[in-house]
T-cell receptor
């Protein structure tokens, strides 16, 4: 059981470039989440999904897009990267309807210059 | 507007003594509170939680106390061990929010030998 995996671990983007952050979980969890963490701050929810084909915006969705075509995968797309998107990105999943506990991947550190 | 606040960015405690981490919240609709622990270059891991209908939850060396009238919760670690050195995040959720979590900024706990 690999849990929640994220790729890449690190990435440097130039302003205006695009990229996809990958997230996969092998625990058959319905709920998946994308967060960003800026230095000295808590995690902020970008997007979440309650199941394949269903996604919704979180607190800070601007500049990002998501899709959920399978239970396992929840990629996060950055279009036209900006320096304000420099952050550490975490993907998480939660197993069942009554659980608040979220399981996290190791994160992707993204720098936009 | 920070709904979940951890006012101490860092805390230093002698090994073997009690560590007390604090968290304040403003949203009276929160019905579940969680503590997560985070090591550098890793994702957060779930530590302990408490429902708003309780005032205490204990798990081994970790106890969480909830004071609803003061909108305050605390995490007690006793005795503190070197492996407890990490950043601790407080998070809260509102019922029927698809388990979205609102996070505090974290407190870095340093256990001195």
């Amino acid at each position: 059981n690999a849990g929640v995996t994220q790729t890449p671990k690190f990435r440097i983007l130039k302003i205006g470039q695009s990229m996809t952050l990958q997230c996969a979980q092998d625990m058959n969890h319905n709920y998946m989440y994308w967060y960003r963490q800026d230095p000295g701050m808590g995690l902020k929810l970008i997007y979440y999904s309650v199941g394949a084909g269903i996604t919704d915006k979180g607190e800070v969705p601007n500049g990002y897009n998501v899709s959920r075509s399978t239970t396992e995968d929840f990629p996060l797309r950055l279009e036209l990267a900006a320096p304000s998107q420099t952050s550490v990105y975490f993907c998480a999943s939660t197993p069942r309807l009554s659980s608040y506990e979220q399981y996290f991947g190791p994160g992707t550190r993204l720098t936009v210059t | 507007d920070q709904q979940v606040k951890q006012n101490s960015p860092s805390l230093s405690v002698q090994e073997g003594r009690i560590s007390i981490l604090n968290c304040d919240y403003t949203n009276s609709m929160f019905d579940y509170f969680l503590w997560y622990k985070k090591y550098p270059a890793e994702g957060p891991t779930f530590l302990i939680s408490i429902s708003s209908i309780k005032d205490k939850n204990e798990d081994g060396r970790f106890t969480v106390f909830l004071n609803k009238s003061a909108k305050h919760l605390s995490l007690h670690i006793v005795p503190s061990q070197p492996g407890d050195s990490a950043v601790y995040f407080c998070a809260a959720s509102v019922r029927d929010s698809n388990y979205q979590l609102i996070w505090g900024a974290g407190t870095k706990l340093i256990i001195k030998p």
